[in-house]
Nanobody, 130 residues
């Protein structure tokens, strides 16, 4: 029943910025994690960032720390990924994904893997030119 709608992708020059949005609907519990994954041509899908609705704890891949910021607007059930200082290596299809969690789940996150997520939105393409 969970549905995710990703948007915000586009073409940007190196050094520029984009903000991706993921609007969620159909969830039946308020405890969840929404994450962003990306998949570049010829590469495996990798986790980029995620945020927990329980306590706003976050995770960032090492390659995007300091450049990307994930945030949540609970009133609109939307998660954003602000991407700054983009480089061609960021070019990929970006997917938002959803999984339920609980208040008892540890908030410290050291990784994110596709198998951990149960619901996926359609990808939005980010292309960074140089």
């Amino acid at each position: 029943e969970v549905q995710l709608q990703a948007s915000g992708g586009g073409l940007v020059q190196a050094g520029g910025s984009l903000r991706l949005s993921c609007a969620a609907s159909g969830f039946t519990f308020d405890e969840y994690i929404i994450g962003w994954f990306r998949q570049a041509p010829g590469k495996e899908r990798e986790g980029v960032s995620c945020i927990s609705s329980v306590d706003d704890s976050t995770y960032y891949a090492a390659s995007v720390k300091g450049r990307f910021t994930i945030s949540s607007d609970n009133a609109q059930n939307t998660v954003y990924l602000q991407m700054n200082i983009l480089n061609p290596e960021d070019t990929a299809v970006y997917y938002c994904a959803f999984r339920y969690t609980t208040v008892q789940t540890p908030t410290v996150m050291t990784d994110m893997e596709p198998y951990q997520y149960d619901y996926w939105g359609r990808g939005t393409l980010v292309t960074v030119s140089s």
